[in-house]
């Protein structure tokens, strides 16, 4: 079983429309919690830390539910310059420092 | 910002060349990291060092190695290439804290 697991979508969202995506992890231990974004051709940039409490950066709302092992990202107002691919990405702390496991990627496709 | 280089950009190498992939980072970081990203893999952890002259083993360090002899730069080393070493490899830093990487552009190298 992979330690990050993702639907690697495409999913397709018509541009203004809301977008949820969830990702599971194996390791119960694990402590830290975050989304990237990559774009096509490029390097993954960080979107922003997830926290306990749920936490939300204009548009963008992230969860966390560690009874259940998912974190979600959820996209309103989808622009056509969110179409990229989502990263959710694991830090299990302890010995494995500042390590950070990352899942395949959900690709999010944003159309007029 | 922080800015992640690496050397090159795309690489074509011939089987059995030794291969040098550079990454320099100007923040300071002491954390660096090699990855490679492939297509249904997702980013997996070759190598990554907390200090200088440091280095521990990721998930898929059979056939690299790597240097740090200056905190800024971090080196990955293909012994011996094979065509199953053709990926896009990416170079990140980091803070000793646990939060974002910054990665860089990456280098598309294929060996032929």
């Known amino acids: 079983r992979k330690e990050v697991e993702q639907d690697p979508g495409p999913f397709n969202v018509p541009e203004g429309a809301t977008v949820a995506f969830n990702c599971t992890y194996s390791?119960?231990?694990?402590?830290?919690f975050f989304w990237y974004r990559q774009d096509c051709r490029k390097e993954p940039k960080l979107l922003m830390s997830?926290?306990?409490s749920g936490n939300e950066d204009g548009r963008f709302t992230a969860q966390l539910n560690r009874a259940s092992q998912y974190i979600s990202l959820l996209i309103r107002d989808s622009k056509l310059s969110d179409s990229a691919t989502y990263l959710c990405?694991?830090?299990?702390?302890?010995?494995?420092?500042?390590?950070?496991?990352f899942g395949g990627g959900t690709r999010v496709l944003v159309k007029p | 910002d922080v800015k992640v280089t690496q050397s090159s950009r795309y690489l074509v190498k011939r089987t059995g060349e030794k291969v040098f992939l550079e990454c320099v980072q100007d923040?300071?970081?002491?954390?660096m990291f090699w990855y490679r990203q492939d297509p249904g893999l997702g980013l997996r952890l070759i190598y990554f060092?907390?200090?200088?002259?440091?280095?521990e083993k990721g998930d898929i360090p059979e056939g690299y190695s790597v240097s740090r002899e200056k905190k800024e730069r971090f080196s990955l080393i293909l012994e011996s290439a094979s065509t199953n070493q053709t990926s896009m490899y990416l170079c990140?830093?980091?803070?000793?804290?646990?939060?974002?990487?910054?990665f860089g552009s990456g280098t598309r190298l294929t060996v032929v």
């Open positions: 990405v694991v830090n299990i702390g302890g010995a494995a420092g500042n390590k950070l496991t």
């Open positions: 923040m300071d970081h002491e954390n």
């Open positions: 060092s907390y200090d200088v002259k440091m280095k």
């Open positions: 997830v926290y306990s």
């Open positions: 390791n119960s231990a694990s402590q830290s």
């Open positions: 990140a830093s980091s803070p000793p804290h646990v939060g974002g990487y910054t």
